[in-house]
């Protein structure tokens, strides 16, 4: 038996070759992409060019040479250190798998990243970056500006090598793709959120030209103007930090609780209401924020109908009433509530039918499951939507500024401190401060409100069960307060596009569509067609970016919290915390510290289309984390074990089963990455050039010059292209299919 066996056996099992090649794959197609780095692209970026252009040059000049040519031609032999590293990186991938060669891997990836980093940091374009290296070594006759594609792909292929070896070491499980997902987005989110807001906040420790002292940073913190409450005590007003977490606290309650119901009409409550709730739900965010605020002020300002009304039918005479915590209250629930929606309604879709039908088996009324099943499931989805809108609201600048009259925000503050006669950085750092500490609050609070709590209803077992209609109480509820703000917001939509229809708003109002041809013209001249209208420029620059941020949003949000949710491993608070800073700094300040930040070598970014690119994927990567952390929480551990068991990877895994029960999650941060990438405002008022002009930028100049007409015939347009683009990314992603059976129409 034994004899006939080991033919088999020998058969059976793979070579020698064979095996080592297969786990060592991996290693060689990042060594080749590192030598890509060094060889094929030039290795400092190009001024007023596309680096990838100048790919066949990487020979011909210093500006053009490669990371080869660099060291060995032009004076810079630091990095030969990088290039070592690949070498040894590469012995290593001719070693078996296991410690040793995790080892090795460390070594080589490691030494040849941090080399560069290193030298990076150092070494600028005027030699030594401080002035302590200077004092200490002289001056330096090399310069070096900042770093091309050459140096990312060879960074990024230490970086990756340097993970491997963490997992060929144990750590990670030993998991290939885990180690280098953790340690790829650790790095992106180090170097693209912490790295420069921590250098914009950083000035909260300094006076002008002055040392580094707590003291500063305590005064200016501590100061009546942020901390004060003389409202208590009878007096105007209260410190705007106060003013900035009572705002906050009332528009997270108020837009989580509007979400959740419009999230349970679309899903249980009457089906004929899904799809005009879907567009009028999402209206908010596929306009720039000052048009909904525009159009409260045309309903509910000093001039505006319900004034107007009040004065003609009942002799009260027009007042700033709106203006204020109310104005920016409202506007801001306006703004963040289709937040809120979406992130809602993939965690009610993704509550098993069959618990509730256990708990109908078990004679519990609708109202009792209903209490005891649905809602508690609801839990991670309605935290995450609150700490969304919280955050959301802190870091808001543009309703504030619109409608907040003499009530002021931390970020209005923050702006002025920038912008404003004063210019005063420590001030606008020391502010931002305060936004960090009340966002870390609230997150700390979320998670340990939720703590370790099961919340999981989609598994592995077969689920043909029908969704539960809401109660009839419920649904009335649910009824008569999202169908009224659907229709409010319907009424405010309206007065703020009428005005880009009429001549003149406020004095002539007949019908017009000069606004839309001055932005918006098609000619056919000599050579084709012919984009006359002023607008074009803005309107493709803005589509593209937006095109080219939202998958890469979206990818990376899903990507990290699927490493939340699913991978255990040392640091994993602050990676989260770092995943979600960007909602907690105010875009005016990310702005600002991505100037400040990139500005200089190694990393030169400012006036490139890739900076603004980058301010968008991170500006709005939070929501995508939250949206998925809530969504994996809902899927069992034993799908992905199954996988496993089945001799699938990581990556297998998450492709063919994760990715398609996220299909919600994965809508939400495609729309809502997309649809911010055209309407932010104050995230890339300072990154914009004329070459490089945004429909938001656009649009407030002409604000800024008083042709509110145009301003609106742009928005209208935005709108309707938006509203395209979410059909179509729903349409291209498609429904997650959780059974067999269709959701139970609603009771009636």
């Known amino acids: 038996m034994s004899v006939s066996a080991a033919p088999l056996a020998a058969h059976a099992s ?113 030699g030594w970056a401080f002035e302590w290296l200077t004092q200490s070594l002289g001056e330096l006759g090399t310069r070096q500006p900042g770093m091309g594609w050459g140096a990312f792909l060879a960074l990024a292929s230490l970086l990756v090598l340097a993970a491997f070896g963490l997992a060929r070491r144990g750590y990670f499980k030993g998991d290939l793709f885990v180690a280098a997902a953790v340690l790829g987005c650790g790095s992106l989110l180090a170097l693209f959120i912490v790295f420069p807001v921590l250098k914009a906040l950083g000035a909260a420790f300094f006076l002008e030209d002055g040392p580094f002292s707590l003291a500063v940073m305590w005064e200016r913190i501590a100061q009546e103007r942020n901390f004060g409450l003389a409202c208590v005590s009878g007096g105007q007003r209260c410190g705007v930090a106060w003013n900035t977490l009572f705002l906050g606290l009332m528009t997270a309650t108020s837009t989580t609780l509007l979400g959740t119901f419009m999230a349970l009409m679309a899903e249980r409550a009457s089906r004929r209401y899904a799809r005009p709730l879907n567009v009028i739900a999402l209206l908010p965010i596929i306009t720039p924020p000052f048009v909904v605020g525009l159009g409260l002020i045309l309903l509910f300002g000093r001039a505006g109908v319900v004034n107007q009304f009040l004065e003609y039918a009942f002799g009260i005479p027009p007042t700033r009433w709106f203006y204020g915590w109310f104005g920016v209250w409202l506007a801001q629930t306006f703004a963040f509530t289709p937040i809120a929606f979406m992130i809602m309604r993939g965690v009610v879709q993704g509550v098993a039918p069959s618990l509730e039908e256990a708990a109908q088996t078990l004679r519990a009324s609708p109202f009792q499951t209903f209490m005891t099943i649905t ?51 420590g001030r606008a750092a020391s502010l931002a401060w305060i936004l960090t500490f009340f966002a870390l609050t609230v997150f700390a609070i979320q998670r340990g409100l939720l703590g370790q709590q099961n919340f999981t209803t989609v598994s592995g077992k077969g689920d043909s069960g029908i969704a539960m209609p809401l109660p009839t109480g419920v649904r009335r509820v649910v009824h008569s307060i999202a169908l009224p703000w659907m229709a409010f917001t319907l009424i405010v939509y309206l007065f703020a596009l009428a005005g880009g229809f009429v001549q003149t708003w406020g004095r002539d109002y007949t019908i017009t569509l000069n606004h839309f041809r001055t932005a918006f013209s098609v000619e056919w001249g000599q050579f084709g067609v012919v984009w006359a209208g002023t607008a074009w420029n803005s309107f493709f620059t803005t589509l593209k970016l937006a095109a080219i941020s939202a998958p890469m949003t979206a990818t990376l949000g899903i990507g990290i919290a699927w490493l939340l949710a699913r991978t255990e491993f040392r640091g994993q608070g602050a990676f989260e915390f770092s995943a979600l800073l960007a909602f907690a700094i105010p875009g005016t300040v990310l702005g600002v510290s991505y100037i400040l930040a990139f500005n200089v070598p190694p990393f030169e970014l400012t006036g490139t289309a890739l900076i603004i690119v980058l301010c968008f994927m991170f500006r709005n990567l939070p929501v995508g984390v939250r949206a998925g952390t809530a969504a994996f929480k809902q899927l069992d551990r034993s799908l992905d074990e199954a996988s496993v068991m089945l001799r699938a990877g990581s990556m297998q895994t998450l492709r063919h089963v994760v990715l398609p029960l996220l299909k919600p999650a994965l809508v939400a941060a495609l729309v809502y990455s997309f649809v911010r990438a055209i309407t932010t405002v104050s995230a890339v008022i300072f990154l914009v050039t004329a070459e490089n002009e945004l429909a938001t930028t656009y649009i ?49």
Request: hydrophobic content about 55%; proline content about 5%.
């Open 14 to 126: 793979p070579s020698f070759a064979t095996r080592h090649g297969a786990v060592n794959r991996p290693l060689w197609i990042w060594l080749v992409i590192g030598l890509l780095g060094y060889l094929a692209m030039p290795w400092y970026a190009q001024q007023d060019a596309n680096g990838l252009l100048a790919a066949g040059q990487v020979f011909a000049s210093e500006q053009t040479g490669n990371g080869l040519m660099q060291a060995a031609a032009f004076g810079r032999p630091w990095l030969w250190l990088g290039l070592i590293g690949l070498v040894v990186a590469g012995a290593a991938s001719l070693m078996p798998a296991g410690r040793r060669q995790g080892a090795v891997l460390l070594l080589g990836g490691g030494l040849g990243l941090l080399a560069l980093l290193a030298s990076g940091f150092a070494i600028g374009a005027r």
């Open 375 to 425: 809602l508690p499931l609801l839990k991670p989805g309605l935290a995450n939507a609150f700490l969304v809108g919280f955050i959301e609201s802190m870091a808001d600048f543009g309703n504030p500024i619109v409608v907040g009259g003499q009530f002021s925000v931390l970020s209005t503050e923050i702006f002025f401190a920038i912008v404003g006669a004063q210019y005063d950085q």
């Open 700 to 748: 407030i100049g002409r604000v800024g010059n008083g042709d509110y007409g145009v301003a609106l015939a742009y928005c209208t347009v935005l709108i309707l292209l938006m509203s395209a683009s979410i059909a179509l990314i729903q349409w291209l992603v498609g429904d997650r299919k959780l059974g067999r059976r269709p959701a139970a129409p609603a009771a009636h």
